[in-house]
Each structure stands twice: as structure tokens, then as C-alpha cells.
């Protein structure tokens, strides 16, 4: 179990996970505020858990809007507008504590 870097770049994505992905976020009203707050994380390199350790995906709330991932991967997103909830048994990066040696 290794935490793996979050790709930031949506044009590296397969393309079905980027057309699902524009797709929320176009449908889910992702506003420029938010769309602000959510440029800063993901210039901040994040991590996440890979998929043995959250085959679950993980997620990353933030003060209107919640992003969803699994592994490498942002898959969707929750708005306040379009509001859910993460699947259970995801990881919450705000509590996930990596294993520091396998950066």
C-alpha cells in the first residue's frame, strides 16, 4: 500500500473517466469560487491512498463541494447544489494518515 499522486492534469486522463468528470462538473454547477479552491489542492500535488488500501476511492470535502477519486484518479464531484455523499468505506484525505516511507 503506497500513496499515489493525484493527477492533475485532466488531459492525462483516460478518456472516459475525463468525459465523466467535465460532465460533473459542468451539470454539478462548479463555481468559479470553487473552482478557485479546488485549483489551489490540486496545485498543491496531493496524495491519496492507492486502490489496495481504499478500494473504496477516497474524498476530499471542502467548504461547498466535495471531489471523489479512486487511486490516481478524480472521478466526480458533489456540489452544494448537487448534493451526495461519499460511497461508504471511502477514505477522507482530511483524516488519511499515509505511510510517509513509501513517498
Given at each position: ?14 478518456p ?5 468528470l ?22 498543491s500535488?496531493?496524495?491519496a491512498?492507492?486502490l489496495?488500501e481504499?478500494?473504496a476511492g ?6 461547498s463541494?466535495?471531489v471523489l ?17 461519499p460511497r ?9 494518515q ?6
Amino acid at each position: 500500500m503506497s500513496p499515489v499522486k493525484v493527477r492533475t492534469d485532466i488531459r492525462n486522463y483516460p478518456p472516459a473517466v475525463r468525459e465523466h468528470l467535465v460532465k460533473r462538473i459542468d451539470e454539478r454547477t462548479l463555481l468559479k469560487p470553487m473552482a478557485e479552491e479546488f485549483a489551489v489542492w490540486l496545485r498543491s500535488e496531493p496524495y491519496a491512498p492507492d486502490l489496495e488500501e481504499a478500494p473504496a476511492g477516497w474524498h476530499k470535502a471542502f467548504s461547498s463541494f466535495t471531489v471523489l477519486g479512486e487511486g490516481e484518479l478524480i472521478k466526480s464531484l458533489y456540489t452544494i447544489y448537487a448534493p451526495g455523499k461519499p460511497r461508504r468505506g471511502s477514505i477522507n484525505l482530511d483524516q488519511w494518515q499515509p505511510n510517509q516511507r513509501a513517498r
